[in-house]
């Protein structure tokens, strides 16, 4: 009956929808955890630039003849 490929249909689309919805949701934590990733790698790049320049300073003190 008309009616019921009607509901049939709905049901399909409600969980396509779902579907879309948990992918969309995965993609927006995969996202999250790329950012805080990213965050760290740059804390770290800051570090390892101030104890480049820590080193800078300290052989800046030798004398190579």
């Not at 934590?29 to 950012?35: A, K, N, P, W």
């Amino acid at each position: 009956s008309l009616a019921g490929h009607i509901s049939s249909a709905s049901r399909e689309q409600s969980k396509a929808t779902q579907m879309v919805s948990t992918s969309l949701q995965g993609i927006a934590d995969v996202t999250e955890q790329s950012l805080v990733g990213a965050n760290e790698t740059s804390a770290a790049v800051r570090g390892l630039v101030g104890l480049a320049e820590q080193l800078t300073q300290a052989i800046s003190q030798f004398k190579v003849d």
